[in-house]
């Protein structure tokens, strides 16, 4: 099904053949400019509107929204065409309003201590289905008591980003070019899909490249993340090279601390020295709470001594706030329905 924010420029020229040219700008900026759909866009004529409407259905339907205690986050469970489902979460700072966008319903990656792994894959979203999130969301924050504009984009809902990334790519060009949001606000997240880091590499625009590490072995990683098994440690430390020579846009390696599992000093110095190397920023987050998973985040203390310890080893690392907890919509939570079994089957005992 092509919904409202699939076609380019060109396939809205030719649906709207046989109008005056001005028609396309009229609807082109009401959609990326005045973020509104057609029946709002009253600068065209009533019967188009209703004849755009019909051809042009948008692609979300919204199913739920939980909201964080502070106001600050909210998270939307949407209902795609065809029974799939998929989770935004918008998130307000200080300084910036930041929108995480799913890019398949479901993962097939299979990390075993993230929920959507646990979820399975369905299908990749399209260009549309990615575009119209932001565009919700930023409707959204723009109309909220306090107007917010959001300013930045990361691809770190449900799915793997790499593993859509025409439609992801498209989208990206479509958010830089039409929705005005800076390439450099723009991040992309992967779990070590190398050919798709190849391929960011010799795009045009410079987005940041955030990698979902866990581990710096192969050993552990391959238990943690199993995508390692067909791309380990050295070509994908060898791909991030490449990316930041191409870019020279700073690479971040997320690291998600599990209690005795990847916490310890012997992890902190390899993940110090992969992150010196690469000229990386760590982003340490506590290992957030998911259905049916019995392994526990590493405790605050812990954490903060983790970070330390990577600081005396001349790397550069943050802790993450946690945003969105409690409505299951921090890192690791987005599973896109209210069940997960605590007997699921498909996930492995991590190795101790």
Known sequence: MTSLYDPTRAELATLLDGEPRYRLDQLWSGLY????????????????????????????????ESVS?????????????DGASIETVLMHYPDRSTVCVSTQAGCAMACGFCATGQ?????????GEIVEQVVRAAQVAAAGPTPR??????????GEPLANVERVWRAVERIHADLG??????????????????RLAHESLPVNLAVSLH???????????????????????AACADYLAEKNRRISFEWALIDGVNDNDSDARELAAAARSLRAHINLIPLNATPGWPTQGTPPERVAAFRDRLVELGANATVRANRGNEID?????????????VSAPRRRPLPH
């Open 69 to 81: 205690d502070d106001g600050q986050t909210v998270k939307w469970l949407w209902r795609l065409h």
């Open 329 to 341: 919509a921090a890192c690791g939570q987005l599973r896109a329905n209210q069940e997960v079994s």
């Open 149 to 158: 504009r959001v300013s930045n984009i990361v691809f770190m809902g449900m």
């Open 215 to 237: 581990a710096a072995n192969d050993t552990l990683r391959d238990e943690l993340v199993p995508i390692n098994r067909r791309y380990p440690l050295a070509d994908l430390y």
């Open 119 to 127: 979820a399975g894959f369905e299908r990749n979203l399209s260009v």
């Open 181 to 198: 949001i800076s390439a450099r606000h723009l991040t992309i997240s992967t779990v070590g899909i190398v050919p798709g880091i190849r």
């Open 33 to 64: 400019e005045q973020r509104v759909e057609p029946a709002e866009l009253t600068t065209l004529p009533k019967a188009l509107r209703a004849r755009l409407a019909e051809a042009l259905p948008l692609a979300l339907t919204p199913a739920a």
